[in-house]
Nanobody, 120 residues
């Protein structure tokens, strides 16, 4: 099995910054895509940013220029640096990873979520 553990959420004032981390562990052979999604109250879960093993990134339009996704392949960890935070960024942020695990099966896993609250 593969587990994802997130950290780094919290309460911050508008204009502030936070850094989220997500570490994957378990019987991992390789991880292809890692990413961050978020879900605000009463809304559907939405993509925030993704990154491939090679470092190709994709961002939601709403966070471009403010958020930066990165990963440490050796540590199976993905990060989300969030700057210039806005109240509308308030949500539960979820980490996602897709890849292959022993004995050669594909996997898709989600973290438990971490709350980010931005006050105005």
């Amino acid at each position: 099995q593969v587990q994802l553990v997130e950290s780094g959420g919290g309460l911050v004032q508008a204009g502030g910054s936070l850094r989220l981390s997500c570490a994957a562990s378990g019987s991992i052979i390789s991880i292809n895509h890692m990413g961050w999604y978020r879900q605000a109250p009463g809304k559907q879960r939405e993509l925030v940013a993704t990154i491939t093993t090679g470092g190709s990134t994709n961002y939601a339009d709403s966070v471009k220029g403010r958020f930066t996704i990165s990963r440490d392949n050796a540590k199976n960890t993905v990060y989300l640096q969030m700057n210039s935070l806005k109240p509308e960024d308030t949500a539960v942020y979820y980490c996602n990873a897709e890849g292959r695990r022993w004995p050669g099966r594909s996997f898709g896993a989600w973290g438990q979520g971490t709350q980010v609250t931005v006050s105005s």
